[in-house]
């Protein structure tokens, strides 16, 4: 089976989830049978695949969704949009629902996302379906926090923040929150997705956050810093699910994760909960991960490992792109 990959824009220049999980779904699609191509502009060969998965909806999108109907040709349309009846007024949703109308079917992260995207969209609850986001298996081997630390010179306890620098990921409100635990730094890894965020940012945390630039997702440097840190925090806005929260709880960093999305969905009582509107709940949560247990225990690593490593969340994908070819 041949399936086109497509996304608006076509080029990354600040890679994020979706981008990280576009490519793992191309890495570890092969070995379940599933041969894939990234799309071509200038050499687009529509026909010579069976299924074309496009990963955004994004304005334009449906432009390109309406084409490849036209073509003839099944298409599944990945989503990473969580949005509400209480939201919905910030989304061009009337576009947003007529890409999803063309598709033949939705891929979402949570059955949570499924059901609020049928509802809010009115669309089909069956056009939906669940594939949930994964961890490459190198995040469940141990990596030495001494590799982090020594790399970056960094002597002190620390809680670390994995994501690109933006609104929605929120940091501000996570760099107010450490205030209230002078006695450890904030690390920063990723992307200045939004230049003037992060420059507020970095102002309002002075010396107490440390921004270390980005990481390639693959550097054994970035499963050091999770060894390394005292707790992870995602204060995201939204989530579907992050996987970065996914990646630190699979190495066994105590996290503190936004409660807002399908975080829920996936780490059940695992962590500790906050509400990123509150930086009094975000303080609370980050001091309730630092004081518990690394996620240590082989036989809870070897369940998450099976459930969600990519080679066992990609199945259903697969199952979805045969019924359609």
């Known amino acids: 089976m041949k399936v086109l990959f497509a996304t608006y824009p076509m080029a990354f220049h600040t890679p994020g989830g979706g981008e990280i999980q576009l490519l793992a779904y191309k890495k570890h699609l092969p070995s379940h049978g599933v041969d894939v191509t990234l799309f071509n502009p200038?050499?687009?060969?529509?026909?010579?695949?069976?299924?074309?998965?496009?990963?955004?909806?994004?304005?334009?999108?449906?432009?390109?969704?309406?084409?490849?109907?036209?073509?003839?040709?099944?298409?599944?349309?990945?989503?990473?949009?969580?949005?509400?009846?209480?939201?919905?007024?910030?989304?061009?949703?009337?576009?947003?629902?007529?890409?999803?109308?063309l598709a033949d079917r939705v891929i979402a992260n949570s059955d949570i996302e499924c059901e609020t995207l049928a509802s809010v969209l009115g669309l089909p609850r069956e056009k939906f379906v669940t594939v949930y986001n994964g961890v490459e298996e190198a995040f469940y081997s141990p990596v030495s926090a001494s590799l982090f630390r020594d790399h970056f010179d960094i002597r002190y306890p620390f809680v670390l923040n994995v994501g690109n620098i933006e609104p929605r990921k929120n940091q501000l409100a996570l760099i107010r929150a450490m205030k209230a635990m002078p006695e450890r730094k904030l690390v920063l890894i990723g992307h200045q997705r939004d230049p003037d965020y992060a420059r507020a940012c970095f102002e309002e945390g002075g010396k107490q956050v440390q921004y270390l630039g980005s990481l390639p997702h693959e550097s054994p440097l970035l499963r050091s810093a999770y060894a390394a840190a005292d707790a992870f925090c995602l204060p995201s806005t939204l989530e579907t699910p992050g996987l970065a929260a996914?990646?630190?709880?699979?190495?066994?960093?105590?996290?503190?994760?936004?409660?807002?999305g399908s975080t829920r969905e996936y780490f059940g009582d695992a962590v500790a909960y906050l509400d990123p509107s509150n930086v009094d709940s975000i303080t609370d949560a980050v001091r309730r991960a630092t004081q518990s247990a690394p996620n240590s225990s082989t036989a809870t690593r070897s369940a998450q490992k099976h459930q969600f490593q990519w080679q066992s969340v990609l199945s259903q994908l697969v199952t979805t792109y045969r019924s359609l070819a």
């Open 246 to 260: 996914l990646e630190a709880h699979a190495a066994g960093c105590p996290a503190a994760v936004t409660s807002v």
């Open 42 to 101: 200038w050499e687009p060969r529509f026909k010579e695949h069976d299924v074309v998965h496009f990963f955004s909806c994004v304005g334009g999108s449906v432009h390109f969704c309406n084409f490849v109907k036209q073509l003839g040709l099944p298409l599944v349309v990945s989503s990473s949009l969580w949005v509400t009846e209480e939201t919905r007024h910030l989304y061009p949703i009337g576009e947003i629902a007529h890409q999803f109308s």
